[in-house]
């Protein structure tokens, strides 16, 4: 079909659909979404949560006692299996929500053309017969019957499996055309890569080519890490050590001590029980899940979770500046026209404001020049300014939004100007020709081209420029200094220039604007810096992060952010003509010292990615033009920007910024560093619980003693205590230090020298505790099942105390806040406690732990190991404190 018979086939025309067509559509063809994706059922998801090592272990080890008689353990046991499994199954469902969540908060919008203007709508709410507007680094939303062209170019590789974009066309094709030679058609999932157009939307959600196919969009990956899967292969490891110390115990009791083979079995089951940190791959998944529902809270949504363990490492931040440390609000401050510079007042895109000229205010009617460059500015444009509920706002580029602000400030209605003379054609704004063109026809036969751009390009395609006497030959020189003195403040510098054409001249082409341009002045726009982003960079250089700033802008005006935001050398800045001249040798020696990159390429800014991390620095990038993608996957940390960002920006990076704002890039490596210290604190915690459960046991067979605890207790202390008590962990907040540290190494391991110490220490306290109250008791004549209980007490006491000096790895807890905790920490230490008293006075527990009640006496004398294994790892912490001071920092990093 040729475009009108398109958009008859539609029912529509080209300038869209009224708001009612819209809803009457949208109940007759529904959503522009594909179907869901296909997900496990509940009981598979249930099922799943028995796929663990651990946990197989435990099911083998309930088999074998029940064969043998011992119906109470097996019951336990399975109950424990039982609740790990259904804690895993609403967590994974919970995450499962999360997702869907993530992938709400990232799907794409669309710009149509709706009740006769261009407005933004999320894609969701498309339907056949809107007219959309497409230009490059979008995704194209539905399947569309292209309208208008202009160097369009669309990347079809997930339909036709093309890895070169494919130049798209108006005109016709045969009705057999395959798929990959259907030029007139763009189809939904593919991306723009180069130029603009617009085209009908003729099919939406699952009958387009897409959903045809069952394909899915580009998705957030499944919640999976380096840290789980090495933890998995921990646990196989920990679980084969395990099963094989299991085996030497066995055989040691019967044929050394002579025991029997199915008291030795239950021995050996109490062994591998305690030995087994059963609530360990609970505990990663939440603290990581609380992780990123922080990131989220904070307007930085995790794409791909390894990213929450990469950003505590992170070294060096490469940032744009517009938008993202500025506040994105472009506001037109200075115009130079023929020998004047004059001022322009107000905030923002509110289009109320006076002009100054030398300190005073004048009529801009009285001020011919200065009215054809602001006029030029309002035609040249592809912006909308717009009043919504009381706000100015701007659908399109900001620059361009503060280009129609000032026109409106000089009395100018910038939509009666483009109907009194209409645009003809247009050459897009594109990176590589850093400017845009558009042919103007009035109503009188006359006929106009305006160019807008960076002025070192438009310098060089006029020949004259504009003055109150007439066009006279153009004075580089002066306009070049007048391009640096605007820079110097700070300001983002843009020219304008105009040529007239002949009334035929219906197709702008790049030879019309090469040359014989009239510059008609340079505009002087700002963009102030964020506060809260001055405050986040001075927040990264404490914590050993580099913040390096890289932009498009003027040389002078990086330099002018940069000393506003106290980067640490905003005195130097290299610009992309630099880095051109230098070879990947000389660019890794210049980039870790220079801050300031300007008049750069998303080219640069990968050879920038590419060079520091040659040097080992570990680099988080953000980034939001198509271009961009290259160095948003190259970074350690690719960071995209949300609301301005395209869509190819987002699928290529880690993490989306919902406000595009720095400071939340520095929140996220605070909640990056402090996820991972959570981590830490939940395996230094369990790891020596366990470490002192299976000691006590293996030296009560290697003495020849009874179990101090049975397995059944064992389950008890692993499955509620230890995990309660450790899943407070994930909710600790950020140490005091955890942003005035260096950067963790990435390669550093978990079990670093630092923490297998203090394994090894708290496991042979908690050894000496539960063995050494065992050995009390029965000497002093208890009976086994009150010293059991005893030992039990013990176990959960030590581990209460353990809670509160674990959660601060680096500073004393002897403080107000670190005696009583956060509200996790002392909810969990309250519900353990009252499970504890239950444990050892309920009689239906009795019955199946076999504990026993406990007098005051013993139960002061058991609180009171508590306090001094508190005391003993406060004082560790002190010596180690006053070692690290004398040995200065260099050495804390290493000890840590």
């Not at 869901?36 to 083998?60: E, H, W, Y």
Request: with cysteine; proline share 4%; charged share 20%.
């Amino acid at each position: 079909m040729t475009p009108r018979e398109a958009l008859a086939a539609v029912e529509t025309d080209e300038h869209g659909l009224s708001t009612r067509d819209v809803d009457h559509r949208l109940q007759r063809f529904g959503h522009n979404r594909l179907p869901p994706p296909k997900t496990r059922g509940p009981l598979a998801r249930f099922l799943s949560q028995f796929n663990n090592l651990l946990i197989q272990v435990l099911i083998g080890a309930s088999i074998v006692t029940a064969l043998l008689g011992h119906w109470v353990d097996t019951y336990v046991i399975l109950l424990v299996v039982l609740v790990n499994a259904i804690i895993g199954f609403i967590q994974e469902g919970k995450a499962e929500k999360a997702l869907e969540a993530i992938r709400h908060m990232l799907s794409p919008n669309a710009m149509v053309l709706r009740d006769d203007r261009r407005i933004s709508v999320p894609a969701e709410d498309l339907v056949p017969g809107d007219v959309v507007l497409l230009e490059a680094g979008d995704k194209v939303p539905a399947d569309l019957r292209l309208l208008q062209v202009k160097n369009l170019q669309v990347q079809e590789a997930a339909l036709t499996g093309e890895s070169v974009p494919v130049q798209k066309q108006v005109d016709a094709v045969a009705s057999d055309a395959p798929l990959g030679d259907r030029f007139a058609m763009a189809y939904s999932g593919t991306l723009v890569t180069a130029g603009r157009g617009s085209g009908v939307v003729v099919e939406t959600g699952g009958h387009t080519q897409l959903g045809k196919i069952s394909a899915l969009l580009a998705d957030v990956q499944q919640i999976t890490t380096p840290l789980l899967h090495a933890m998995n292969i921990f646990a196989r490891w920990l679980t084969m050590a395990i099963l094989g110390l299991g085996v030497l115990v066995f055989t040691f009791g019967i044929w050394v001590r002579g025991v029997g083979a199915a008291e030795m079995f239950m021995a050996a089951v109490a062994l591998s029980v305690a030995a087994i940190p059963e609530g360990l791959p609970t505990i990663l998944t939440v603290t990581l899940a609380i992780g990123v529902q922080r990131m989220a809270s904070r307007n930085a949504i995790i794409r791909r979770l390894p990213a929450v363990e990469t950003l505590g490492s992170v070294s060096i931040v490469c940032s744009d500046k517009t938008g993202t440390l500025t506040r994105n609000e472009m506001t037109v401050r200075a115009i130079a026209a023929d020998a004047h510079i004059y001022e322009v007042g107000g905030v923002g895109y509110d289009p109320h404001g006076d002009f100054m000229l030398d300190g005073h205010e004048i009529a801009v009617e009285d001020e011919p020049l200065l009215m054809q460059a602001v006029h030029a500015m309002a035609l040249c444009n592809d912006a909308v300014l717009r009043e919504q509920e009381g706000q100015w706002i701007v659908d399109g580029d900001p620059m361009e939004g503060a280009l129609l602000t000032a026109a409106t400030k000089a009395g100018l209605d910038p939509v009666l100007e483009a109907k009194r003379i209409p645009r003809v054609d247009v050459i897009p704004f594109e990176a590589e020709h850093r400017f845009m063109a558009t042919l103007h026809h009035d109503h009188e036969g006359h006929a106009f081209i305006y160019v807008k751009g960076a002025p070192e390009r438009l310098l060089e395609m006029c020949s004259r420029e504009r003055t109150r006497d007439g066009d006279r030959p153009l004075d580089k020189t002066k306009w070049l200094e007048r391009v640096r003195a605007l820079a110097s403040r700070g300001q983002r510098v843009l020219a304008v220039a105009m040529r007239d054409t002949r009334v035929e001249h219906r197709e702008l082409n790049f030879g019309d604007v090469e040359d014989e341009l009239v510059l008609l002045g340079l505009f002087g726009l700002i963009d102030p810096p964020r506060e809260e982003a001055i405050a986040a960079v001075n927040e990264c250089q404490q914590a050993g992060i580099r913040v390096k700033m890289i932009t498009g802008d003027h040389a002078e005006t990086a330099k002018a952010i940069a000393r506003q935001i106290h980067l640490r050398n905003h005195a130097e800045v290299m610009t992309g003509k630099d880095l051109d001249g230098l070879d990947d040798t000389g660019l890794r020696r210049v980039a870790a010292d220079v801050d300031v990159f300007a008049r750069t390429t998303p080219e640069h800014k990968l050879r920038l990615v590419k060079a520091l991390q040659a040097d080992g620095y570990v680099v988080a990038m953000t980034g939001d033009g198509v271009n961009d993608a290259p160095a948003l996957k190259q970074a350690d940390v690719g960071v995209a920007m949300g609301r301005k960002g395209t869509e190819t920006a987002k699928e290529a990076s880690e993490m989306v910024l919902a406000d595009d704002n720095f400071a939340s890039i520095a929140a996220a490596v605070r909640e990056g560093r402090t996820v991972y210290d959570n981590l830490k604190k939940a395996i230094m915690f369990l790891l020596p619980i366990n470490g002192g459960e299976s000691g006590s046991i293996i030296a009560a067979i290697l003495m020849g003693y009874t179990l101090p605890i049975t397995p059944v207790q064992v389950l008890w202390v692993n499955m509620v205590s230890s995990v309660g008590l450790a899943m407070a962990l994930a909710f600790e907040p950020a140490e005091r230090d955890v942003m005035s540290r260096p950067p963790r190494p990435p390669r550093e391991p978990i079990l670093s020298p630092f923490l297998l110490w203090r394994i090894l220490l708290v496991s042979v306290l908690f050894l000496a505790g539960i063995f050494g109250v065992y050995l009390w008791a029965t000497s002093a004549g208890y009976s086994i099942d009150e010293a059991r209980t005893y030992a039990v007490n013990t176990l959960v006491v030590m581990e209460v105390f353990y809670l509160f000096s674990v959660r601060s790895l680096r500073t004393r807890s002897l403080t107000l806040t670190g005696l009583f905790g956060t509200r996790a920490i002392m909810v969990a230490a309250l519900v353990v406690t009252a499970l504890q008293v239950m444990f050892t006075y309920a009689p239906f527990m009795q019955h199946f732990f076999g504990s026993r009640p406990m007098g005051i006496v013993e139960g002061t004398f058991i609180l009171l190991i508590g306090v001094a294994l508190f005391a003993i790892l406060e004082l560790e912490k002190l010596l180690r404190m006053a070692l690290e001071r004398r040995r200065g920092p260099a050495s804390r990093r290493e000890d840590l």
